[in-house]
């Protein structure tokens, strides 16, 4: 028995070497990886928190520790130990309840928001990734991307000035725009604005927005406002509804309303008599949703010829040959289609 103890005790003591090269390996031991996952979650996290603090500062809300636990899910203790931590590193103040970015700070948050509106907008224009996981995606790349590697892809793309959600992308130097427009819930009823920008947070109501064909640039102009829903219109032919908590993620800039066209640049489609002709110019904005979008398919468009054949006995409806189809028209629908008579030259113009 005792003739094999050295052999056992040989056989232990390679196990145990062979355990402890596993754990401590240089670089790719099990200790070293999990001791880089961590510092890199820690760094992470102190950047998440910088750009929710920026976050708040560009939006002009407070940011609190509440607030930095919310967004970035982890414990009120956790939150406060983390604010401590960037305090120590010269990154933010403190002040009551309140929390504010240094100039270091507020430097090292737009170099994090600057690598994940870029990285959104190389997804959205150079890959097939599905919008509701641009941002998910950029959560990732932000923490991963060199400042090199940035600026080769800023390059690469055009530097452009604005991710897919409207969001400006902060310039190598930090410049960034003020921020602009108002909440659409805010908007006033009737009024007029062009969508400048979409929240993507949180993904339950982006991807709401996104199943409703939001997007910036869009015109939009409130119908009604009720408690439960905000009734819309969209570039003036498609009417969506969206729910007060939702359309609070929209924001938009109030424009002026298109210019009102004179009798001057065209008549009425009601006041050309059987037999005359008439070329469009404009619908009014006056018609909207299924009732606009009708018309224009039934060939309403500018520069189309319309002839007037003939009226019903009790004076409507009035049957009109567009493009060589016999189509009838209420007065209450023809009066909102501008026409010039075919003897006059005028422009043609489409109404913005």
Known sequence: MNSYDPFIALMVGLVVLGVLWYLFRPEKGIFWVMKYAL????????????????????KGVPCTLQSLSGTLGITPNRA?????????????????????????????????IRLHRLWERYLADETSVPEQEWHAH??????????????????????????????????????????????????????????????????????????????????????EVTPKRIHLILNEDEEIYLAPIVAANVTVHPIEEPKVHSEKKG????????????????????????????????????GTIVQVEFTGASGEPVAYNIRGATIALRTDQSDLIYVAPISQTIEVEHEV
């Open 267 to 302: 008549i009425p489609l009601t006041q050309l008599k059987p037999g005359e002709k008439g070329r469009v110019l404009w619908i009014s904005s006056a018609c909207r949703g299924a009732q606009r979008r009708r018309l224009m398919d039934l060939g309403l468009i500018p």
């Open 39 to 58: 510092q890199r979650s820690k760094r992470e996290l102190v950047e998440d928190a910088l750009k929710h603090i920026y976050d708040c500062e560009y």
């Open 138 to 223: 950029a959560e990732q790349q932000e923490h991963l991307l060199s400042s090199q590697e940035a600026e080769e892809l800023a390059r690469r793309m055009g530097n452009p000035r604005y991710d897919p959600h409207g969001d400006p992308i902060p310039t190598a130097s930090g410049e960034i725009p003020p921020a602009r427009g108002i909440s659409l819930r805010d908007l006033p009823r009737g009024a007029l604005a062009e969508i400048v920008h979409i929240e993507d947070e949180p993904p339950v109501v982006y991807e709401q927005l996104v199943a409703q064909g939001v997007y910036p640039g869009m015109k939009v102009r409130v119908l």
């Open 80 to 112: 406060s130990g983390l604010m401590q931590h960037l305090e120590s590193l010269g990154l933010v103040v403190s002040f009551g309840q309140g929390i504010e970015l240094t100039d270091e700070g507020r430097s090292y948050a737009l170099k994090i």
